[in-house]
């Protein structure tokens, strides 16, 4: 569940629809194709100042209007909170606030790695390629030290793991009463989170115990960043090269799993992912 400040391409297409223009109209008094329009409003194409100033033009709007609005976006503390209230949990609110300040004052580990982000696999091998790490079980935390972020164990009823993303740097958490191979996939998971920019303020992963929406998901669940991230974690925790060698030498699925402790239905999906199981 990520916490996005509405960006260019947002405020391009509500101005463009509050005028009542398709995609069309606008990209004709552009002089541009639709296709711009489209990728403009969708983030796959940057714009240039002098695509912002026609645009600004164009939509009757000064420029300023068209970009996020940063500098007034509200602490995290009560983002988050706005979050639990979503699905009635007024103590998971004030968790979840208690939890924002205090990671505010953590300090920022020394970034080690810069890791751009890609496909959760490559994502997850230049990562371990940039760590020099060559076996299991993968240092995790140290990952996520080097990769400048902090982490802060808490102890929630309802959420599995989060980042938080502050001015002083990032901050991921695991639920300190999950097993130690649950807590090991959160993390990773939080961290593919991270690296694959699915946030601007903060990413947070509800247990399936809050009452979700009419459809069936907590609100704002965006399943295609879950994926990404369960995606990432795999690769990360179980980097495809190091199973198919610790395979190479048994088959158990028991044994693979304390090798790199993770769990063992973490192992037997991952194998079945890599066609060994």
């Keep these: 569940m990520g916490g996005n400040v509405a960006g260019v391409g947002q405020r391009i297409r509500a101005h463009r629809e509050a005028r009542g223009w398709t995609q069309g109209d606008l990209a004709k008094r552009l002089g541009r194709t639709q296709t711009a329009v489209s990728y403009w409003e969708s983030g796959q194409r940057g714009l240039s100042i002098d695509d912002l100033v026609d645009l600004a033009h164009a939509l009757g709007v000064d420029g300023a209007e068209l970009l996020p609005d940063r500098p007034r976006r509200q602490p995290v503390s009560v983002l988050l909170r706005a979050v639990a209230e979503q699905v009635d949990a007024d103590r998971l609110a004030d968790e979840l606030e208690r939890f924002a300040v205090e990671a505010q004052g953590l300090p920022r580990p020394e970034r080690l790695w810069d890791i751009a982000p890609a496909s959760p696999r490559d994502t997850a091998d230049a990562l371990l390629e940039a760590a020099g790490v060559t076996a299991a079980p993968v240092p995790v935390e ?134 060994l199981g």
């Design 142 to 275: 140290r990952l996520i030290a080097g990769c400048g972020v902090q982490i802060l164990p808490w102890k929630f009823d309802n959420v599995d793991g989060l980042v938080v993303e502050q001015n002083s740097g990032a901050v991921i958490c695991f639920n300190k009463s999950q097993a130690e191979t649950r807590r090991r996939f959160t993390l990773a998971h939080e961290l593919g989170h991270h690296l694959l920019r699915h946030a601007d303020s903060f990413y947070v992963d509800l247990s399936g115990d809050l009452s979700p929406n009419a459809t069936g998901e907590h609100p704002g669940y965006d399943w295609r960043a879950e994926r990404a991230a369960n995606e990432f974690a795999a690769n990360l925790l179980m980097p495809s090269r190091m199973v198919r060698q610790a395979f190479a030498q048994t088959n158990n699925v028991k044994s693979l799993a304390e090798q790199f402790n993770v769990s063992r239905a973490a192992m037997g999906v991952r194998l079945t992912a890599l066609r």
